[in-house]
T-cell receptor, first 113, second 114 residues
Framework: ETGVTQSPTHLIKTRGQQVTLRCSSQ?????VSWYQQALGQGPQFIFQ???????GRGNFPPRFSGLQFPNYSSELNVNALELDDSALYLC????????????FGQGTRLTVV | DQQVKQNSPSLSVQEGRISILNCDYT??????FLWYKKYPAEGPTFLIS?????DKNEDGRFTVFLNKSAKHLSLHIVPSQPGDSAVYFC?????????????FGTGTKLQVIP
């Protein structure tokens, strides 16, 4: 059984650029959620995908978008990067009906300069 | 608006003693509560959860208590071990299935001193 893997682990981008982060879900999990964790804060829910459809979104602007693929892997895209987008981005996979119990990847550390 | 609050940013406990981590929430729609543990350079790891229909759930050394009227939950670790040193996040969800937007607190850093 493979765990949740994210790539890349670290990334530096310039303000105004676009970035794509990737996540491979744990085997058998059909739901993936993305979180942003700023320094000293808890993870903040960005959105969730279930069977390739977005089925929930937190308080993030439309320049944060995502995709889920038939194999349940997922991408997080952020356009027009801002300095405040610098954070740890976490992907979590879960099985529907498992009470929000999710398995997290190690995260991607994004730095916007 | 911080709907899940962990008011203690850090806690130090002697090995073998009890660690008590506290969490308060404000949203009455929260129905399911979880604790996650996070080591540096790793993602959070699920520890234990509790549904609002219960007031206690145990798993080995870890026990979570829920007081719905006070909108308060706590995690007890007995006995504490040095390997328990990590950041602990309290989290809450409006339901236990289906759409699962999970709201996290800001975390409490636990240090267990040998």
């Amino acid at each position: 059984e493979t765990g949740v893997t994210q790539s890349p682990t670290h990334l530096i981008k310039t303000r105004g650029q676009q970035v794509t982060l990737r996540c491979s879900s744990q085997s058998g999990h059909n739901t993936v959620s993305w979180y942003q964790q700023a320094l000293g804060q808890g993870p903040q829910f960005i959105f969730q995908y279930y069977r390739e459809e977005e089925n929930g979104r937190g308080n993030f602007p439309p320049r944060f978008s995502g995709l889920q693929f038939p194999n349940y892997s997922s991408e997080l895209n952020v356009n027009a990067l801002e300095l405040d987008d610098s954070a740890l981005y976490l992907c979590a996979s879960s099985e529907t009906g498992k009470g929000g119990r999710a398995f997290f990847g190690q995260g991607t550390r994004l730095t916007v300069v | 608006d911080q709907q899940v609050k962990q008011n203690s940013p850090s806690l130090s406990v002697q090995e073998g003693r009890i660690s008590i981590l506290n969490c308060d929430y404000t949203n009455s729609m929260f129905d399911y509560f979880l604790w996650y543990k996070k080591y540096p350079a790793e993602g959070p790891t699920f520890l234990i959860s509790i549904s609002s229909i219960k007031d206690k759930n145990e798993d080995g050394r870890f026990t979570v208590f829920l007081n719905k009227s006070a909108k308060h939950l706590s995690l007890h670790i007995v006995p504490s071990q040095p390997g328990d040193s990590a950041v602990y996040f309290c989290a809450a969800s409006p339901n236990s299935g289906g759409y699962q937007k999970v709201t996290f607190g800001t975390g409490t850093k636990l240090q267990v001193i040998p």
